[in-house]
């Protein structure tokens, strides 16, 4: 007999899939961010790239945890789930697993992903389920008004950290990959077009896909990635990473990433000493190249890499259960409790 | 051969005790499984170290089994043995005390070498120092008896030393007129593929039988009748298998998939490994990096439709609370076991305690009230467990079920239930999307609509933040907030309707009423039968429902004159009774990491009605 799920999602498989709009997978409900926060800019990428996955609504779940990030379920037109603090990763891993039909989504910050949610995160991100993490990382604690968190540069001058914060900061692409994370991504959210690209591939990722953004928080910690997102900066301080592509960067297009040994370094396209070809080209499925991509990352005189780090298939942790559950059951045949009880030692009493 | 005596017994009780390396544990489950299926009512109680392997010879290494078995109704793995099995000179340091005078004692001698007497903190050795006169003392040498049994046969001394214990389950076996094929039986499918340890154990078995029967060393053998139980099939069961069991019973019944989110604990981790066997039926279990994340994943699969459910001791509960309030406030089905062991703190992993009730009704931030069930022994713990099923179905809660480590790890015959007897428990998910308000109640039992990703047109959020009533939006109106902590009380009272009152076990009124709860209900009730023997005034009620407790308690206690509370706690029900019923019931406290004994219920009992206490 098929579960009383089974048979809803069965009433249910009719359903086609009709063409969304963004609009569709707004709420309705008003958003409480404050104005001029870089959440507002992935709400609306999101919603934006939602059509484009064939996906319907109602088989979409948006999880959150705590913070100014984990309001963002309330105004998707889909499921949600407001968790609690640091846990979104593992309420999504429940119901990823008892609900593998479902599309789930985890949207977290650098506190609620980093700090109190840390240990739950590096374990999604071994287990490989088939969930999205979308972590808004802003480098402080917005909700609780502007303490240091852990992204913070080290010497941070917060509520918590009068005297400069003593803390060295994590570096989220690192600590996904140190954790075997299949898919791991950087994106801005200054930069719509390449945020929506990089959603898309982190939806269609088999596997947990972890994407961190850098959000400015305009209220504490105004122009934290401004560095990386303003017109005037941006070229020269960012290397957009391509699959199968050389790194290459500058307003001019003239300055390139190259491997010297195992060290990244920059060097110029323009003096003749090094073309094109002398550059490092980004390979995706390359596991090594991802940790020294992702260690560029607080170096000084080196751009910060955005795009794509990693992106591997591995097996997914739900489908080790089905496959597990599968297996017993042409094995041994469908479980029957009644046999079950009997099995064993039994006894009469007349 | 000497001719042998035949005595017959009603109740007996054998502990079994040695090195936690010597196997005793499994020689007493061996021992229970026989004796159940000769139809003997039967209780017992693993005693086992919180250290895997201690050092050999050791005090603090020492591992007991104690089973209590009988022609009538047996309730508590017994408050002394008669016989204990001694391997070593520290599991008989450990147990003496544990003898009736007058008991019989069976040692192993080469346990007793100067080593190990000088690892027991024995100066002289008790087996010649008269120290043991006042009872009667069996010593063999298992060890040598043993090795010789296997003398031909071409195994390690490793495998010889491992099997002794099989000796003693042989010697055991013929006093008390056991068969040993089930044994035998056992060996032969536990050891299937290692046909030199089947054969070694099944000879060393047959040895220390043999033994028995041929030398003059025992004089008395003992016969202890079946005992009359309610008819049916039965099987063993411990009260964690039982609650394994009774979660998936309740899935099934429900029609629903069983998720568990855990975090291994002693001593709830036996339920983790129970039902992550079973895969063929469709138990998804899922291992979590911590308590924490084993509930929180219970309740993202309560959210997706699973009978979800996470199972811990006390400190587990501790860091899983600000998860329960938030099952309480998304007011989702979820079963949260927890088998009681000694704290605060780390406390005593391996051993038993009831002092997590007040944690389970109280113990979160805000106005959290959730129902809380106890189980009163091994098999009744599939009883709660499916009890706790239905209730979190029903009334779409978070519910406590409060087990502890005695009833986990014992065990006693389970009359196997007919399934088809059992009641459908099946929630109903809704489906339609008009007028669908996520906090919308059911008019009698105030619970919300189940409503499940994956069902068109129903997209909604739920959250830790407060609800607006009805439409499930996030509200900070102090009004609405008001009503809603009185909604969320409401249902969890309401609860009370759909609940068993209050039953009496004796009469109705009287001099004395003793309420007990859990794990202790064996206990209380062989000492009240007793006392009720001696034509005492005095009755048992035992608790289930601990929160919303039952009706008709408010009419039950004015009928005695006392009350008395015995507790493995300071004192944690009484609280409860006294603040709702105003009722001047006395305690009676013992926290020592062990179930009660009748004798010492008895005793206060007696002080009581005789005005000493």
Redesign the interface.
Known sequence: ?S???EN??K??SG?SVPKYTAKDFS?G?DVRWCPGCGDYSILAQTQRVMPDLGI??????F??G?GCSSRF??YM????????HG?AT??????????P??SVWVVTGDGDGMSIGG??FI?LMRRNLDINVLLFNNQIYGLTKGQYSPTSEKGKITKSTPYGSIDYPFNPAALALGSSATFVARTLDRDPKHMQGVIKRAAEHKGTSFVEVYQNCNVFNDGAFFLFTEKESKDDNVVFIEHGKPLVFGKEKDKGIRLNGFTPEVVSLKDGSFSVNDLLVHNEKDTTLSFILADMTYKPNLPRPVGILLAIDRQVYEDE?DR??A???E?????D??K???S??????? | MAKKTVKNLNEVTIRFAGDSGDGMQLTGTQFT?TT????NDLSTLPDYPAEIRAPAGTLFGVSGFQIQFGSSEIHTPGDHCDVLVAMNAAALKVNLHSLVDGGSIIVNTEGFNDKNLKLAGYAQNPLKDGSLDKFKVYEVDISKLTALALQDMNISSKVVDRSKNFFALGMMYWMYNRPLE?SIDWLKSKFKDKPEIQEANIRVLKAGWNFSETTEIFSVRYEVA?AK????????ITGNQAVA?GL??AA?K????L?L?SYPITPASDILHELSL???????T?Q???E??GI???????????L?TTTTSGPGVALKT??I??AVM?ELPLVIVNVQRGGPSTGLPTKTEQADLLQAIYGRNGEAPLPVIAASTPSDCFDAAFEASRIALKYMTPVMLLTDGYLGNGSEPWL??E?EKLPDI??S?V?NPDGFQPYAREEATLSRPWA??????????????EKQNITG??SYDPENHDLMIRLRAEKIERIVNDIPPAHVEGDSEGDLLVVGWGGTYGALKTAVTRQRKKRHSVSHLHLRYLNPLPKNLGEIFPRFRRIVVPEINLGQLIKVLRSKYLIPATGFNKVRGLPFRSVELEHEIEGILKGKR
């Not at chain 1, 319907?56 to 779940?61: E, G, L, R």
């Not at chain 1, 593992?90 to 609900?99: H, Q």
């Not at chain 2, 139980?229 to 063993?236: D, I, K, S």
């Not at chain 2, 929180?296 to 699973?306: D, E, H, P, V």
């Open positions: 007999m579960s009383l799920v809803l999602l009433d249910a359903f709420s409900q319907p609504k109602h088989k979409m779940v999880v959150s705590i379920p309330y037109d889909t499921y949600g789930f407001h968790g609690i846990r593992v309420i999504a891993s429940g119901l990823k697993i008892a609900r039909d479902l240990n739950h374990h259960i597990q559950i297996f017993a059951r094995k041994r045949g469908v479980g409790l009644k079950l009880f009997l064993g030692d039994t006894w009469v009493v007349k | 499984n159940a299926i000769l139809g089930t079946p139980l309610t008819p049916g099939r039965y099987r063993n069991w998936m019973t099934k429900a029609n629903l998939e998720f989110g079973y895969k063929s039926h469709g138990v998804k899922f979590a990096e911590d924490i994340a929180s994943s219970a309740i993202g699969a309560a959210f997706g439709g699973a979800a600000e998860a309030g938030l998304v196997i239930p399934l099946s929630p998910f489906t499940i990703p994956g069902t068109p047109g129903l997209e909604h959020r739920i959250g830790g933040l939006n996030v």
